[in-house]
């Protein structure tokens, strides 16, 4: 997958408040986009890409994303997320692929906007975001 990377953006040691103000200028259509954090005192979490609503519950430790659960239980106190992204589909790979899901996503193709939310104290230890070219030739 890295050969359809076009461009990537790496940010570390983030608040979830300094995360979304990174995220707001980052606009993909296709996405690889990895995260590594600790959940500290919050009880959720919410990454939005391209206005899928990625919802990470401390308490039921799992992620979720319409009706989809995948879990992903702390692993010394830090959680993992890769997603992907492309035109009609997300897939979630949890803590190294511990858990997984791959879905049908009615995305609409001109929200390319990414944000991230939580409840309280979120550490976000690594935030990348590697945008895609399409597989297909042109």
Known sequence: ???LYVKSHRFTDLTAESADKA???IKPELIDLSIEFEPRNARTMVL???????KYDTANRQFTCATTKVP???IDGKVKLRLLV???SLELFANEGAAVST???DIAPDNRNLSIA???NVGIISLTVNELKSAWKQ
């Open 1 to 3: 997958i890295e050969d």
């Open 72 to 74: 992903a239980p702390a």
């Open 48 to 54: 939005s890409v391209r206005g899928l609503e990625i």
């Open 23 to 25: 995220l707001a200028k």
């Open 118 to 120: 939580a409840d309280g």
């Open 86 to 88: 492309d035109r009609t």
């Open 103 to 105: 879905d049908y996503a």
